[in-house]
């Protein structure tokens, strides 16, 4: 058998100095999935968090990238054991869930250590017995197994992290995937809702509840939804789902457009009938406007015609007081030039001073 090394005879650097103790589990999305699958309630996980299970002795310059670089994951074997009991646990009511430190393990769990493309860094390991040191490089295909003392459970969801390095084995992505969908992708959280299938007949249920341990309950009561808050919110979805399908009927029927599109189609409808309107508008005006005109200038020429027929209509006694007066003053204007044009007849020949032979006598 090989031997198997410790958590701190891997190293980044070919010096081995004292090693540091880490948490190997943060807080985050690993947290809350431990919690759901591994038979725990809501923040239940906090008193572990500083406890041997989730603890880890490195060197310092393993503990330096500890969060971005470096994983240690469990073998196939341990990690099919954990789907199998996570997979029972997602299928039980949460009182009838095993939690993951009574989960039934391989006696021997094996890790290996894998790094991140994105490192490339030279790997030093130390023999446990020898102390003899050894250089591995990218991509590391000749590292030894190792041994650790925090739980594998644990470790399974540090090892989560290789998912997005394309490092992580087939039976470790098909945890990581079941787990994940599972637990962030129901309606309600996963460890407060009932599940579809109990491992106890129903009938059983409220004896089951009642039998709970206080603190358990006091726990589940912070966070649990009771079965009729439950069955109303089912209620509520059911009807809400009902009034959605009718709703999508009626759209099937009669599609709506766009919002932006029904906008600016009302928007332009509105400016074509304010244009319309104001069009109408002018056109009655300047219809409105020519009539008046139009019967106004035919009133004028009605009212000159009836002057003018009444004017010829009257005898030449009857003229109007103007032609009248005009008339007579040409007359007395002839007569004065009349009465004072100068007459000439022609003179007989006489002989004197003041004769003139041949001449014309004028008469004023």
């Given at each position: 058998?090989?031997?198997?090394?410790?958590?701190?005879?891997?190293?980044?650097?070919?010096?081995?100095?004292?090693?540091?103790?880490?948490?190997?589990?943060?807080?985050?999305?690993?947290?809350?999935?431990?919690?759901?699958?591994?038979?725990?309630?809501?923040?239940?996980?906090?008193?572990?968090?500083?406890?041997?299970?989730?603890?880890?002795?490195?060197?310092?310059?393993?503990?330096?990238?500890?969060?971005?670089?470096?994983?240690?994951?469990?073998?196939?074997?341990?990690?099919?054991?954990?789907?199998?009991?996570?997979?029972?646990?997602?299928?039980?009511?949460?009182?009838?869930?095993?939690?993951?430190?009574?989960?039934?393990?391989?006696?021997?769990?094996?890790?290996?250590?894998?790094?991140?493309?994105?490192?490339?860094?030279?790997?030093?390991?130390?023999?446990?017995?020898?102390?003899?040191?050894?250089?591995?490089?990218?991509?590391?295909?000749?590292?030894?197994n190792f041994t650790l003392s925090a739980h594998p459970c644990i470790m399974a969801e540090v090892g989560r992290r290789t998912f997005r390095w394309r490092l992580a084995p087939p039976?470790?992505?098909?945890?990581?995937?079941?787990?994940?969908?599972?637990?962030?992708?129901?309606?309600?959280?996963?460890?407060?809702?009932?599940?579809?299938?109990?491992?106890?007949?129903?009938?059983?249920?409220?004896?089951?509840?009642?039998?709970?341990?206080?603190?358990?309950?006091?726990?589940?009561?912070?966070?649990?939804?009771?079965?009729?808050?439950?069955?109303?919110?089912?209620?509520?979805?059911?009807?809400?789902?009902?009034?959605?399908?009718?709703?999508?009927?009626?759209?099937?029927?009669?599609?709506?457009?766009?919002?932006?599109?029904?906008?600016?189609?009302?928007?332009?409808?509105?400016?074509?009938?304010?244009?319309?309107?104001?069009?109408?508008?002018?056109?009655?005006?300047?219809?409105?406007?020519?009539?008046?005109?139009?019967?106004?200038?035919?009133?004028?020429?009605?009212?000159?015609?009836?002057?003018?027929?009444?004017?010829?209509?009257?005898?030449?006694?009857?003229?109007?007081?103007?032609?009248?007066?005009?008339?007579?003053?040409?007359?007395?204007?002839?007569?004065?030039?009349?009465?004072?044009?100068?007459?000439?007849?022609?003179?007989?020949?006489?002989?004197?001073?003041?004769?003139?032979?041949?001449?014309?006598?004028?008469?004023?």
């Amino acid at each position: 058998m090989p031997v198997l090394y410790r958590s701190e005879d891997v190293s980044f650097s070919d010096g081995f100095y004292e090693p540091a103790t880490i948490k190997a589990l943060g807080k985050g999305a690993g947290c809350a999935i431990l919690e759901c699958f591994g038979g725990l309630t809501r923040e239940e996980f906090e008193p572990f968090r500083e406890t041997a299970y989730n603890q880890l002795k490195v060197q310092p310059s393993v503990a330096e990238c500890w969060d971005l670089f470096v994983a240690f994951v469990p073998s196939e074997d341990t990690v099919a054991a954990i789907f199998k009991a996570f997979k029972a646990n997602g299928k039980c009511h949460l009182s009838e869930r095993t939690p993951f430190t009574q989960i039934s393990l391989p006696t021997h769990s094996t890790y290996s250590f894998i790094i991140s493309p994105e490192a490339k860094k030279d790997v030093f390991t130390r023999h446990p017995i020898t102390g003899v040191v050894r250089r591995h490089q990218h991509p590391y295909t000749d590292l030894p197994n190792f041994t650790l003392s925090a739980h594998p459970c644990i470790m399974a969801e540090v090892g989560r992290r290789t998912f997005r390095w394309r490092l992580a084995p087939p039976i470790l992505t098909k945890y990581f995937l079941y787990t994940t969908v599972r637990c962030f992708c129901n309606t309600l959280p996963f460890w407060t809702k009932p599940p579809k299938t109990l491992c106890v007949p129903s009938s059983h249920s409220s004896s089951l509840q009642s039998s709970l341990p206080s603190n358990a309950s006091s726990a589940s009561q912070s966070t649990a939804v009771p079965f009729s808050s439950a069955a109303s919110l089912n209620t509520q979805v059911s009807s809400t789902g009902r009034s959605a399908a009718g709703k999508r009927k009626r759209d099937a029927h009669s599609p709506s457009r766009p919002p932006k599109i029904a906008r600016k189609e009302r928007r332009e409808g509105a400016q074509s009938a304010s244009f319309r309107s104001l069009s109408y508008k002018s056109s009655a005006t300047s219809s409105s406007t020519s009539v008046s005109h139009s019967t106004s200038f035919n009133a004028t020429g009605a009212t000159g015609k009836r002057k003018r027929d009444d004017c010829s209509g009257v005898s030449t006694s009857r003229r109007p007081l103007k032609t009248a007066r005009r008339e007579d003053e040409n007359t007395q204007a002839e007569a004065f030039v009349a009465a004072h044009t100068i007459q000439c007849r022609p003179t007989e020949d006489r002989k004197g001073p003041n004769s003139i032979s041949g001449g014309q006598v004028c008469d004023f």
